[in-house]
């Protein structure tokens, strides 16, 4: 298993433009989810997936879109990239939200630079 | 607020001593809690999950505990070596978080283990 990948590894952006951060797992896990990653403010949740069809918001979902068209892939899309949004992202999955002994696989992330 | 901390925020060792990173966490209502490894530029590790049910979790040279009572954690590595330098992350999933599946994440504690 290739387990969670993410690709970019880097991106640089302009300010306005818009780009979509790739998530793929292979584990046939129902959820998935997005942090970013800054200092100081720790790890927070973005969007998350309960399954196909299936997104909510997080904690700070502003900026950003998600769909889940598969149970494999949940990408991220900014729609108008900001200074702010510089930041590491990291997706994330795991067989459901709880279960006995559940564990969330988190991806390499990808790097963000929004001038 | 549900809020996890994490103390020290740096830790260096001389190689071969016995360490305890500790995670303290507002709200005795966790479903679970997990310990990660974050390598600098790189993923999140998984290295241990406790369930609320549990005191502690072995893995290794790695034992966690959890204290519900206190609201703590302690993760303890035994026989450090210089590749556990590394940023330890505890997470917390708490039963009120709605169902999103949401972690909520201490800042780290940075460890540097000397030859």
């Known amino acids: 298993n290739a387990g969670v990948t993410q690709t970019p590894k880097f991106q640089v952006l302009k300010t306005g433009q818009s780009m979509t951060l790739q998530c793929a797992q292979d584990?046939?896990?129902?959820?998935m989810s997005w942090y970013r990653q800054d200092p100081g403010m720790g790890l927070r949740l973005i969007h998350y997936?309960?399954?196909?069809?299936?997104?909510d918001q997080g904690e700070v979902p502003n900026g950003y879109n998600v769909s889940r068209s598969t149970t494999e892939d949940f990408p991220l899309r900014l729609l108008s990239a900001a200074p702010s949004q510089t930041s590491v992202y990291f997706c994330?999955?795991?067989?459901?939200?709880?279960?006995?002994?559940?564990?969330?696989?988190f991806g390499p992330g990808t790097r963000l630079l929004v001038l | 607020k549900q809020e996890v901390t994490q103390i020290p925020a740096a830790l260096s060792v001389p190689e071969g001593e016995n360490l305890v990173l500790n995670c303290s966490f507002t709200d005795s209502a966790i479903y679970n809690l997990q310990w990660f490894r974050q390598d600098p530029g790189k993923g999140l590790t998984s290295l241990l999950l406790i369930q609320s049910s549990q005191r502690e979790q072995t893995s290794g040279r790695l034992n966690a505990s959890l204290d519900k009572s206190s609201g703590r954690s302690t993760l303890y590595i035994a026989a450090s070596q210089p590749g556990d330098s590394a940023t330890y992350l505890c997470a917390a999933d708490y039963d009120g978080s709605s169902n999103t599946g949401k972690l909520i994440f201490g800042q780290g504690t940075t460890l540097q283990v000397k030859p």
């Open positions: 994330a999955s795991s067989y459901s939200i709880r279960g006995t002994g559940e564990t969330q696989y």
């Open positions: 584990m046939n896990h129902e959820y």
């Open positions: 997936s309960v399954g196909a069809g299936i997104t």
